[in-house]
């Protein structure tokens, strides 16, 4: 454990030594990144007289080596105290974006999104969790677009900006217009927002820039909103429901709403992660979220309405639940995945699209049994048959 650095090497050597960190370790780190926050930054950077800002620059730097983004964003969070300048939060954020694996960062911040910390905590948290996504976007990282587009809309982690909101929903429609068939749904989904943002400012008192700024972009939205629904990848899952379940094709009426008992069950959730499982294990597939095994539209409504926040009762907090479950379950992983919804008969439908993976993949907690696809179903592998299987499929 660390206390008051003692210089930059001892304190290196005393993070790198430890493995995972502890908790008073982190809080520690907390404590001097609180300390550091005090000194102010010149065009030049903050004095590196100040042993604190030493310790905090060398503790940023050994957790970008280690990997530990998750520490990383906590101790930005610490660094975000009101009324002291910013720079070593930005700092954190900075760091993790240029070494961090973007799709993994992306899921950290939107997790952070969805803390329930007390206040100032969770204004502290949810800012810095926006910073990242909004340097995500700047590295052009395409799933962060429609997030922030969402954050700037709703005053969320940023002071609400409609403007800003219709920058980065236009960015998201108009790169995923440009992308394979499977972003065109995120496509369609940002000229939707897009186009009611606009409708909404036209109707505002603004400035006359403003006014043909929006109508310059209500015009385009409506432009490649036609241009987008040619192109819809819906005909593809058309064909994977009217073909019915397979070795590749699994259906799924709900992810976590037990429709017999009406309550929500855990052991649905777990299923489903058998099933992503079974498939990496194999030669991938395909898992459609709403339909039932007969076919019938189910929708993903009861799923929506199982979320006790009322901002999670949507395709957002819907799929970040689902990558939440999933990456804890099969430790990152993430990808292996897609994750796109589709309309149908007025309903949302979820399909998972999951790839083979190049190793064996075992659902967290049972590291005795790997999960394979038998025909239209699963079965788990254990003692010489889970051997004799990874021989044959991941030959060394």
């Not at 920058?167 to 897009?194: C, D, G, I, P, T």
């Not at 926040?309 to 479950?325: S, T």
């Not at 064996?360 to 005795?368: L, Q, R, T």
Request: hydrophobic fraction near 40%; aromatic fraction near 8%.
């Amino acid at each position: 454990m660390i206390s008051e650095p003692d210089g930059d090497d001892a304190l290196r050597s005393a993070l790198m030594a430890e493995k995972p960190l502890v908790e008073e370790t982190i809080a520690a780190l907390c404590h001097i990144f609180a300390l550091a926050s005090k000194e102010p930054a010149s065009e030049k950077g903050p004095s590196l007289g100040n042993p604190h800002v030493r310790a905090g620059e060398a503790a940023i730097s050994v957790l970008v080596e280690r990997m530990d983004y998750e520490t990383l964003l906590k101790l930005a969070g610490c660094s975000s105290i009101p009324g002291r300048p910013l720079w070593l939060a930005q700092r954190c954020i900075d760091a993790m974006v240029r070494a961090g694996e973007k799709n993994y960062l992306y899921d950290l911040a939107s997790d952070e999104l969805d803390c329930e910390a007390q206040e100032p905590f969770r204004s502290v948290r949810l800012t810095n969790a926006a910073k990242l996504l909004l340097r995500l976007g700047e590295e052009q990282f395409v799933p962060a677009y429609l997030t922030l587009g969402d954050l700037f809309k709703n005053g969320i982690g940023f002071p609400k900006d409609l403007e800003q909101a219709g920058m980065w929903y236009l960015k998201a429609a108009f790169v995923n217009s440009f992308e394979a068939s499977n972003r065109a749904v995120s496509a369609a989904s940002a000229y939707q927002e897009l186009i009611e943002i606009c409708e909404t400012y036209k109707d505002s008192h603004v400035t006359t820039n403003n006014v043909e700024f929006y109508r310059l972009q209500i015009g385009l939205a409506h432009e490649f909103s036609k241009r987008i629904r040619a192109v819809l990848p819906q005909q593809g899952v058309d064909c994977l429901i009217d073909k019915g379940e397979s070795g590749r094709t699994e259906f799924k009426s709900t992810l976590r709403w037990d429709i017999k008992k009406r309550m929500v069950n855990s052991d649905l959730e777990k299923q489903l992660i058998q099933q992503m499982a079974a498939f990496m294990n194999l030669d991938g597939g395909n898992v459609l979220i709403g339909v039932a095994d007969d076919k019938t539209i189910f929708g993903l409504e009861a799923d929506y309405g199982s979320f006790s926040a009322e901002k999670d009762r949507n395709r957002n907090g819907f799929e970040r639940h689902l990558r939440q479950i999933l990456r804890n379950a099969l430790c990152g992983r993430s990808q292996m995945y897609s994750i796109n919804f589709y309309p149908f008969e007025a309903k949302d439908v979820c399909q998972i699209t999951v790839r083979r993976s190049p190793e064996p993949v075992f659902v967290k907690g049972e590291d005795k049994r790997l999960w394979v696809r038998d025909g239209n179903s699963k079965r788990a592998l254990s003692g010489n048959e889970l051997e004799e299987y990874c021989r044959e499929h991941w030959p060394v």
